[in-house]
Structure formats: C-alpha cells, structure tokens
Nanobody, 127 residues
Framework: QVQLVESGGGLVQAGGSLRLSCAAS????????MGWFRQAPGKEREFVAA????????AYADAVKGRFSISRNSAKNTVYLQMNSLEPEDTGLYYC????????????????????WGQGTQVTVSS
C-alpha cells in the first residue's frame, strides 16, 4: 500500500503558475502509475494528467495540454504537476492518485484505474 500527500496548491491570478507535488510513502513508488485529477465545486472529478510507472508515457486532458506538465522523481518518491498559464477554469481540488494494477507503459485515465488517493490540495485561480 502507498500513502500520498499533495502540496503546492494556493491562490494565484490568471496567467500565473503553480507546481503541485505528491509525495508517496510505503511500497516501491517506481512501480506505480500516477495520475492527477481535479474536482471543481458542483462538478464531477476529472482527469488532468497521467504518467506511466516507467515514466516513458504521459497523457494530458485536452483542457490542460500545452499548459501543464507532469513528471516524476523516483529517487524522491514524488510526482509533480507544473501548471502554467492558469485560468479561472482550472480552479478546483487537485488529487494525486496511484495504481499498481497498470502495466509498465500503461496510463490510467479514469478514477477507477487507481487504488490510492491523496487528500487533495486546493488550487484557486482568480480572474
């Protein structure tokens, strides 16, 4: 089992940047596919970005493509989400998720691809 703790959220003006971190503890982090999801008030949780446990495959939601970047540092047991050119529509609670069911190159796009979740970190973008 792995425990996930997100950090780095906050209040930022439109056009600004934030970098979210997700620190993992427990079992071998390098064997987990990782993902970021977000949930805005009154809306369903949605996929943001994913990285395979090999680190060689990455995917983004269309809404964030070209603005967000996901990466992982296995030595630090941490996955990052660099968010640039933030928009008010990016406001929400951002969750980190991990899966040990996906193969080395696979990506998870749905919530039920993941078994472990952090508590979330709030991102608020003002206009």
């Amino acid at each position: 089992q792995v425990q996930l703790v997100e950090s780095g959220g906050g209040l930022v003006q439109a056009g600004g940047s934030l970098r979210l971190s997700c620190a993992a503890s427990g079992r071998a982090f390098s064997n987990y596919a990782m993902g970021w999801f977000r949930q805005a008030p009154g809306k369903e949780r949605e996929f943001v970005a994913a990285i395979s446990w090999s680190g060689s495959n990455i995917a983004y939601a269309d809404a964030v493509k070209g603005r967000f970047s996901i990466s992982r540092n296995s030595a630090k047991n941490t996955v990052y989400l660099q968010m640039n050119s933030l928009e008010p529509e990016d406001t929400g609670l951002y969750y980190c998720a991990a899966s040990d069911r996906l193969s080395r190159m696979a990506l998870g796009y749905a919530s039920n691809d993941y078994d472990y979740w952090g508590q979330g970190t709030q991102v608020t973008v003002s206009s």
